[in-house]
């Protein structure tokens, strides 16, 4: 497009296709272009090379693109299709880049059912970048474990748990993620018995209570108490439970008692005595 003086020209064609048009203006070295193509048509049309630094910016019918055949000799070339286009010098803003990890994130805390990890969002290069955190197990993503911390339960048992770091600045986004934990262990179990009265006469009752207990989880399930010959199977309530048994010959008795564990929590057991006089 030649410098002519003119700032601003129009006009149209007749073609068997159909009516061509056109028409363009010139501020500077700015040029804008409007253009409509008819129906079955395609066109290329040239321009004058942009500036360093600016870039056209074209718009279709119904967001269709225009391919661009690329510059030669001051002119840049695009092939259009049918309907109306327009093509306007806009400055060439590169897009930013995305964050990059400059130390990958962390996972610090216990593999153990109950226990409580914490994952580091590791330093990102801008420092400004923003940073959200999901939990994956075996490198698929837990549903709603988007914060920070995170306490494994009986689903991730023999799993391994990492944190996927996804930071945002600009509108652009970057994802690291954790080495993964060991394998998540179950919760350890403590058996407490105690027997009531401690002291009794061959043919009275006594009672054995149990308590099980383990750190950030509710133990479930049964318990086996055995006396003797005598065994009893209870269900855990709160972690607590209780048989009896009535006692027989003379002598010290010893009560074995068995948590047969969880999902979530491992085995224990504990011993207790009573005294038949």
Known sequence: MPDTGLGEAS????????????????????????????????AVVALPEAPEGVAYEVSGPDGA??????????????RIGSGEWSFT?????????????????????????GGRLRADDGEWDPAGATTTVQWLRDGAPISGATSWTYR?????????????????????????????????VKATSTVRASVRPGSVRA????????????????PTGTVTVRSGKAKRIVRLRNGRASASFRANGKGWKVVR???????????????ARYRVR
């Open 203 to 218: 043919g009275q009752r006594v009672t054995v209570t149990v308590r099980v207990g383990a750190h950030g989880v509710q």
């Open 89 to 113: 010098q806009t400055e060439d803003t590169p897009d930013p880049d995305a964050p990059i990890s400059v130390e990958v994130p962390s996972v610090k805390g216990d593999a153990v059912v």
């Open 257 to 271: 008692v068995a948590y047969a564990g969880s999902d979530a929590v491992a085995r224990s057991g504990d011993r």
């Open 65 to 78: 693109e225009a391919e661009e055949l690329g510059t030669e000799a001051g002119v840049t070339s695009y």
């Open 152 to 184: 494994p339960k009986a689903a991730d048992v023999r799993a391994r748990l990492s944190a996927e770091v996804t930071a945002e600045y600009d509108g652009t986004t970057a994802t690291a993620s954790s080495e993964p934990t060991g394998r998540v």
């Open 11 to 42: 006009g149209s064609q007749l073609t068997q296709r159909g009516r061509v048009s056109s028409s363009w203006t010139r501020d500077g070295d700015a040029v804008a272009l409007s253009t409509t193509i008819p129906v079955n048509v395609s």
